[in-house]
């Protein structure tokens, strides 16, 4: 389920995930904002790009899930892509924080 928040100082983006994002409906100030607000970071699944899925608002409220996967350097993490997030993520993120 959720687990201990990994250490995110920094995103690293590039064109292809910002091309993901976008093909999504994301930009970059929505994915800061999940994080910088109240994000539960729930473990992947094996075999994922991404180690974590983080789930929760940005600033305008809708809720996303932006998966993301460690980079080399200790603290950055890389958003691999994102979505809308469903019924069953904005449950968890709910219970996490009632």
Same mark, same amino acid.
């Given at each position: ?27 970059? %100030? ?8 109240? #994000?539960?970071?729930? +473990?992947?699944?094996? !075999?994922? @790009?991404? *180690? ?11 809720? %996303? ?8 350097? #200790?603290?950055?993490? +890389?958003?691999?892509? !994102?979505? @809308?997030? *469903? ?12």
């Amino acid at each position: 389920m959720t687990s201990s928040a990994p250490r995110v100082d920094e995103l690293e983006f590039d064109d292809y995930n910002r091309e993901e994002l976008a093909q999504h409906g994301i930009d970059l %100030l929505q994915v800061h904002a999940v994080l910088g607000r109240q #994000p539960v970071f729930v +473990r992947n699944k094996r !075999g994922r @790009a991404a *180690t974590y899925k983080v789930i929760g608002p940005d600033n305008g409220g809708t809720m %996303l899930t932006i998966p993301i996967a460690p980079t080399a350097v #200790p603290g950055q993490w +890389r958003p691999v892509t !994102g979505w @809308a997030s *469903t019924r069953g993520e904005i449950t968890l993120w709910r219970k996490s924080y009632a």
